[in-house]
C-alpha cells in the first residue's frame, strides 16, 4: 500500500494522536475528555436504578439492564455556528447515537447489570472528523468509570464488561485508503468506512459507504486492515488510562 504523507504529516497508515483525560466533569459518574487530533468529545455516564418500560416484564421485573447514548455538537464546534438542536433532534444525530448505544452494548453483559440503566452523553466541543468513533473510544472509557463506581458500592457481583472496545474511521481518497480521515479528507473521500471492534477481534459495527465511487474487495480488505490496527492503538490508549484489568 502506497504511504504518502499527508497535509499533518502523517502517512496513510497512521492515525492520529489520542488522548483521554479522566474525570473531567465534577457530578457524572463517569466522564472524559476525549481527543482526536483536533476533534474534541466530552463524554459522560450517568446511572439510574431504573430501566425503560418496555424492558420490563409482566410481573414488572426488568429482563436485563440498559445501555443507551446521546450524541450533539455544540454550535460551534464546526467553522461556522450549528443552529443549537432542541426538542427534535437532527436524522445524523439520531444515526450517530444509535450507533454509540448499539456499540457499547456489545461490550456489556446486560443481565449482569441488573435493574439499573446507564445514559453516555456525547457532546462535540471541535469537530475535525471522526466524531462518531471518538465518541464510541471515548465513551466506552466514561462508561467503565461508571462500572467502577457501581462496583465498588457492590450493587453488581460480576462486573459486566470483558474485554476493551474502541472505533476508528477509514476511508479512500484518490483511490488510496487513508486512516483516520480529518474533516478535509473524509468530505473529499470516495469511500467512507467506520469500523467497531472488541479487543479479541470481533467486528461490532462496519459501516462502508462508496460516495461516486465503487470499492473493489482488495480495498475494502485494505481498509479493515488498516481499521484493526488503529482500533488496536486505540486500545493501547484506553489501556494506559484504566489500566489492563477492566475493573481494577
Known amino acids: 500500500m502506497k504511504t504518502t504523507l499527508r497535509t499533518d504529516g502523517r502517512k496513510n497508515n497512521e492515525e492520529r494522536p489520542l488522548e483521554i483525560s479522566l474525570d473531567y466533569t465534577m457530578h457524572a459518574e463517569g466522564s472524559v475528555l476525549v481527543s482526536s487530533g483536533n476533534t474534541k468529545i466530552i463524554c459522560t455516564a450517568s446511572v439510574e436504578n431504573k430501566v425503560p418500560d418496555w424492558l420490563l416484564g409482566k410481573d414488572k421485573k426488568p429482563y436485563h439492564g440498559w445501555v443507551t447514548s446521546e450524541y450533539g455538537m455544540l ?77 465498588k458500592t457492590g450493587n453488581i457481583k460480576e462486573f459486566p464488561v470483558k474485554e476493551y472496545l474502541a472505533a476508528i474511521s477509514v476511508g479512500i481518497v484518490n483511490s488510496q485508503p487513508m486512516l483516520d480521515l480529518k ?22 459495527e462496519v459501516q462502508a459507504t462508496a460516495e461516486g465511487k465503487t470499492y473493489s474487495r482488495e480495498q475494502l480488505d485494505l481498509m479493515l486492515d488498516l481499521a484493526v490496527q488503529g482500533i488496536r492503538s486505540h486500545i493501547a490508549v484506553q489501556k494506559k488510562v484504566l489500566g489492563n484489568v477492566l475493573y481494577g
Open 75 to 151: 454550535p460551534r464546534s464546526t467553522g461556522s455556528r450549528r443552529k443549537r438542536e432542541t426538542g427534535k433532534i437532527d436524522g445524523r444525530s439520531q444515526e450517530i447515537q444509535r450507533l454509540i448505544g448499539r456499540s457499547l452494548r456489545a461490550a456489556v453483559d446486560l443481565k449482569a447489570l441488573g435493574e439499573r440503566s446507564i445514559t453516555i452523553d456525547c457532546d462535540v466541543i471541535q469537530a475535525d472528523g471522526g466524531t462518531r468513533t471518538a465518541a464510541i473510544t471515548g465513551g466506552f472509557v466514561a462508561l467503565i468509570l461508571a462500572l467502577r463506581n457501581i462496583y
Open 183 to 204: 474533516y478535509g479528507k473524509d468530505k473529499a473521500a470516495e469511500v467512507d468506512m467506520n469500523i467497531v471492534m472488541l479487543e479479541s477481534g470481533e467486528f461490532v
